[in-house]
């Protein structure tokens, strides 16, 4: 864990995740190497031993996250990481996660795909994937990170929302990103808030493992703690016992939505850059709101009234803070590496309002600054 006496760090993307993991309080780690997420595992494996933790090679990505959510249930913060192959492995067990109301976070660095795809290029395809891989009307948390100090700063974050609402959170980054070097200032570790779940406070017998508090968050005790705590994959009752009754399986679902939908201040995060007097505006998230900040400032120079909202949650979709730029400004551009993702969301929300123009790159290769610039000034 880095020298918390030096506070300027020379660091790349995946590096700062495990940083920001062992801050946040992760003391185990499953995983399976994979480009271009292996720089995750490999640090881990040498730093968690050095803080009491545990590191586990896994044979594959399937048993990778049934071990973190093994971990968790036994009151433990876990973590894996993977890319687009291996996070289509995870999918079934990350149903699990969330019907179980496990919390652990699971970082995914997109490379190009499908399948093997193309292992060493950038690329954001997995945007959807995140939010609906498996299957299930579900919320789901996605937090995306642009920057090496977003990938200290929002892996920390995405623990802390993991144990504060009793869900695994999907971490997105990209190979550009994971990789890119950058000098940062990381804080002490007494300034970094850092949330752990809620334990039981009442005595076994009166223990319902998920009955949901007022935000509908249920109280989690560990394996071992002397708490009856069922858990199945099925759709369960407040015992965790399997149910098939209308009005429990209703309740369910609604409970889970209740407290995702009430943590939306907390959850939902985004920058905002230049956008106060903005004529038009970029939406843009992971490496290519790097570009379109340098496109923005160019564009300033130039004349143009031009802003950025980066996304940080991708899911649920910050629809409040999209919405009145949407009203205020002529058009907005969202350049992708993909065919178009959260474009998608963006016109959704959208309703006429503004012209929605998109900018999608999939041939493996970066989106410039100067690309974005050409784009706007089009606009």
Not at 46 to 56: K, M, Q, S
Not at 367 to 374: G, K, L
Request: glycine share 8%; hydrophobic share 40%.
């Amino acid at each position: 864990m880095y020298d918390h006496g030096q506070q300027r760090h020379l660091l790349q993307g995946n590096e700062a995740i495990v940083q920001g993991a062992l801050t946040a309080g992760c003391r185990f780690f499953a995983g399976y190497p994979i480009t271009p997420a292996s720089e995750i595992a490999e640090q881990l494996s040498n730093e968690l031993p050095a803080v009491d933790g545990t590191f586990i090679q896994m044979e594959d990505e399937i048993a990778s996250m049934g071990a973190i959510i093994g971990a968790s249930l036994s009151g433990v913060k876990s973590m894996t990481a993977t890319s687009g192959p291996g996070f289509s492995l995870m999918q079934e067990n990350l149903g699990f996660a969330c019907v179980a109301e496990v919390p652990c976070v699971i970082v995914n660095v997109m490379r190009g795909g499908p399948s093997t795809g193309l292992p060493t290029s950038p690329a954001q395809g997995d945007v959807q994937m995140a939010r609906w891989g498996t299957h299930g009307d579900h919320p789901i948390v996605v937090l995306a990170v642009s920057t090496v100090m977003d990938s200290f700063t929002i892996t920390i974050k995405a623990f802390n929302i993991a144990e504060k609402y009793r869900i695994p959170v999907i971490l997105l980054s990209d190979e550009v990103v994971a990789h890119t070097r950058e000098c940062v200032e990381l804080p002490d570790k007494s300034e970094v808030k850092v949330i752990d779940r809620i334990r039981p406070s009442v005595p076994p017998d009166w223990y319902k493992p998920y009955e949901g508090d007022a935000r509908g968050v249920s109280p989690m005790a560990s394996f071992g703690d002397g708490y009856r705590h069922h858990v199945t994959g099925l759709i369960h009752d407040v015992m965790g016992f399997p149910t098939q009754q209308p009005r429990e399986v209703e309740d369910f679902h609604l409970r889970m939505a209740k407290k995702i939908s009430r943590g939306f201040p907390d959850i939902q995060m985004t920058k905002g850059f230049y956008l106060d007097d903005a004529d038009f505006f970029i939406v843009a998230y992971g490496a290519v709101a790097r570009s379109a900040l340098r496109a923005v400032q160019d564009a300033r120079e130039a004349g143009f009234k031009a802003g950025l909202l980066q996304l940080i949650t991708l899911f649920p979709f910050p629809r409040r803070a999209v919405t009145p730029l949407l009203q205020q400004c002529r058009s907005v551009l969202i350049p992708e590496m993909n065919m178009g993702q959260i474009s998608r969301e963006v016109q959704r929300v959208n309703q006429g309002a503004c012209n929605v123009v998109k900018y999608n790159r999939v041939d493996g290769k970066f989106i410039t600054p100067r690309e974005i610039y050409d784009q706007l000034i089009k606009l």
